[in-house]
């Protein structure tokens, strides 16, 4: 089993900048890769970004690219995503998710084996 707990969520004005982290804890050296989700009421998740977890390939999706900075470190054992230039349209509760296989392409739910409970991002006009 591998837990994941989101923190650094909040209300931020259009412009601003957050960073979400992520700790990973129990069975972690299975985790093959680490990404970040996001979610709106009545939508289903929204791949966001994703990075290898003992290595440096990174996926972003496009939206957020130039924008947002997915991270991690294997010594903490945890995630960032670093938000910069925050639109409203960025606004959505962010889960952490952890696949224990590696994919070509690792933007989809269920890919992914373990989830955080999320953090509520909201980014004000």
């Known amino acids: 089993q591998v837990q994941l707990v989101e923190s650094g969520g909040g209300l931020v004005q259009a412009g601003g900048s957050l960073r979400l982290s992520c700790a990973a804890s129990?069975?972690?050296?299975?985790?093959?890769?680490i990404s970040w989700f996001r979610q709106v009421p009545g939508k289903e998740h929204e791949f966001v970004a994703a990075?290898?977890?003992?290595?440096?390939?990174?996926h972003y999706t496009v939206s957020v690219k130039g924008r947002f900075t997915i991270s991690r470190d294997s010594a903490k054992s945890t995630l960032y995503l670093q938000m910069n230039s925050l639109k409203t349209e960025d606004t959505a509760v962010y889960y952490c998710?952890?696949?224990?296989?590696?994919?070509?392409?690792?933007?989809?739910?269920?890919?992914?084996?373990?989830w955080g409970q999320g953090t509520q991002v909201t980014v004000s006009s």
């Open positions: 129990g069975r972690t050296f299975n985790v093959k890769t």
């Open positions: 998710a952890a696949a224990l296989s590696l994919y070509s392409q690792p933007d989809r739910d269920y890919q992914y084996d373990y």
């Open positions: 990075i290898r977890w003992n290595g440096d390939t990174t």
